[in-house]
């Protein structure tokens, strides 16, 4: 009942910027939590940063200060800016949505971070 649209992913140069988006439909309700997840080229899905339904936020040290997450409770969307790129935050990236004990992920969308 929860669908979750990534996009914004492509090729970027080291120290470029790039803007995803994750759009969120369905019954969503008004108490919950939207992250990004980055999973590396054979390594572990892994958490990049959350962000509460009140605006609480919480980064993954690796890209604290590069990185910034928002997002718009009306249109129920989460954005990650990410500033600085380096060549390890290339991979797919997951948008999710955690709400009433239930977690949902969307596709995810590919960055590739090279010169």
């Known amino acids: 009942q929860v669908h979750l649209v990534e996009s914004g992913g492509g090729l970027v140069q080291p120290g470029g910027s790039l803007r995803l988006s994750c759009a969120a439909s369905g019954s969503i309700v008004s108490i919950n939590i939207m992250g990004w997840y980055h999973q590396a080229p054979g390594k572990q899905r892994e958490l990049v940063a959350t962000i509460s339904s009140t605006g609480s936020t919480n980064y993954a040290d690796s890209v604290k200060g590069r990185f910034t997450i928002s997002r718009d409770n009306a249109k129920n969307t989460v954005y990650l800016q990410r500033n600085s790129l380096k060549p390890e935050d290339t991979g797919v990236y997951y948008c999710?949505?955690?709400?009433?004990?239930?977690?949902?992920w969307g596709q995810g969308t590919q960055v590739t971070v090279s010169s």
């Open positions: 999710n949505l955690m709400q009433l004990g239930f977690v949902y």
